[in-house]
């Protein structure tokens, strides 16, 4: 039901223009920003870290049951039209619109305008994503016709029949993902970040108590169930931090419609993103080999444990940034980027030349039981050196990003991401047909990492 109300939502609606520019902070207040930052990251980096070891054990036990064969392989290209919907649809309003638009409303005391934001966000991103999953899900089979053109109708059944499960999940991550934001706006990180320890723990248990009756589709359920728990674990936290949740989709909420305008550019760049992943990890990669798919996707998930170093510090710097932007401190705003671009580098370029040099005995020591062969292993491996190339590229645009969402810029990101998967694609269709194969997929990804992360930190140099 949309509301024609006046003046309150018409003010939030001005964005910062309307508010005087805060004065900057004394040094003793930096340093107890600095100091309660470094705090928060911590907090996220353990939850971001105990996530992604999760992770690795699951993917462990899937590389156990499944190895990289056809089911592990199904299994991927199913998870990749449940992660697109998500993606594109909800993913980023999160990141580039919701969560700076709520957090103008807490700075400014307007609680009640930013709960009806949530409300009608959270109901128009379930309606939204659970609708498209639906007409997906009846056309699953098409779907998988076109993404895996390089694989027998068998293989194109069996990933059909998996996403259909999976394409539950959407609806629940958009409500759960709009819950987390809501709870790192108020710096309440610590339950956030236990919600994907849930996910990958429900996968866990898919696999090793589903997968003898259910084979291959035990691990779909689980997924299914982990999405529900994703969201439940939150929300006691959301009810003592007085969430007001109403059935509405106020979509004449002058915070609503901001978020839809900062939104729009990023669905264009989420889609062209989510096209370019599934294009490189799915329809490409199904030309080159029956665990060629499988092989991408476990050498992804490996560089994923260290880039998650990059999105927790970008996750927790986030509400920080978007609160001194729309204060109109700039300065803050510099400082922050700055002390968070140490802390990534720091982290993640150890982690590149670790993982270039030491990926193969990782791989063999975590993966390499069961189904999980040594040729599988290679593959990985393989893969795995030139996705590690471009890990710093990866991890900066995390951090980048960010700092455009927070000055309300989401049109820089969305061209230069466009720019980068352009390249991305071409340079996938040259070097794939290299003899680097699988790894051509790779590296074509890290060079266009670096390329977005290096164009991104130009233009922020000039917008600051």
């Known amino acids: ?14 964005g910062v223009s309307e508010v005087a520019a805060a004065p900057e902070p004394t040094a003793a207040a930096v340093a107890d920003r600095m100091r309660r930052l470094a705090q928060a990251a911590l907090v996220v ?15 462990m036990v899937i590389a156990a049951h499944f190895g990289t064969g056809t089911n592990a392989s199904a299994y991927v290209a199913a998870i990749a039209v449940p992660d697109t919907v998500f993606q594109v649809l909800v993913g980023g309003a999160v990141g580039s619109a919701f969560i700076p638009v709520f957090q103008r409303y807490i700075a400014r005391d307007q609680e009640e305008d930013a709960w009806r934001l949530t409300s009608s966000v959270i109901n128009l991103g379930v309606l939204v994503a659970g609708g498209t999953a639906l007409v997906l899900a009846i056309f699953a089979r098409q779907v998988m016709d076109i993404l895996a053109p390089g694989r027998d109708d068998a293989f194109r059944d069996l990933a ?26 108020y710096h309440r ?14 996968i866990i248990a898919g696999a090793f108590f589903l997968s003898g009756p259910l084979g291959i589709h035990g691990l779909a359920i689980g997924a299914a169930i982990g999405a529900c728990l994703h969201l439940l674990i939150q929300l006691p936290a959301l009810i003592r931090l007085g969430m007001r949740w109403r059935p509405v989709v106020d979509l004449g909420h002058a915070g609503v419609r901001e978020v839809a305008r900062l939104f729009a550019p990023r669905v264009l760049g989420l889609g062209v993103v989510q096209l370019n992943k599934v294009l490189s990890g799915v329809l490409f990669a199904s030309f080159l080999g029956a665990s060629s798919i499988a092989s991408l996707d476990y050498a992804w998930l490996m560089l994923m444990t260290p880039l998650a170093l990059a999105m927790a510090i970008g996750t927790a710097v986030f509400p920080t940034l978007s609160q001194a932007s729309a204060l109109k401190r700039r300065g803050q705003v510099e400082q922050v980027f700055s002390v968070s671009m140490r802390m990534n580098l720091f982290l993640t370029i150890p982690a590149c030349i670790g993982l270039m040099v030491l990926g193969e005995p990782i791989i063999r020591l975590f993966f390499e ?7 599988s292993t290679a593959l990985t491996a393989f893969a795995l050196v030139f996705f590690a190339i471009g890990l710093p590229g990866h991890a900066t645009v995390e951090i980048v990003d960010r700092v455009f969402y927070a000055l309300h810029d989401t049109r820089s990101p969305v061209f230069v991401a466009v720019g980068a998967i352009g390249l991305n694609v071409v340079l996938s269709l040259i070097l794939m047909r ?31």
């Open 160 to 185: 059909a029949s998996l996403s259909r499960i999976l394409l539950i999940t959407p609806a629940i991550f958009a409500a759960s993902t709009f819950c987390a934001s809501v709870l790192n706006s």
């Open 45 to 59: 980096l353990t939850g971001f870290l105990a996530s992604r070891v999760l992770g690795v054990v699951r993917s």
């Open 369 to 375: 039981r069961n189904q999980f062969t040594p040729e």
């Open 434 to 464: 290299t003899p680097l194969n699988l790894g051509g997929l790779a590296l074509a990804n890290s060079i266009a990492a670096l390329t977005e992360a290096t164009v991104l930190i130009k233009l922020l140099s000039i917008r600051l």
């Open 189 to 202: 990180f610590a339950v956030a970040a236990l919600a994907p320890l849930m996910y990958n723990l429900a």
């Open 1 to 14: 039901m949309a509301s024609l109300s006046g003046s309150p939502h018409e003010v939030a609606a001005s």
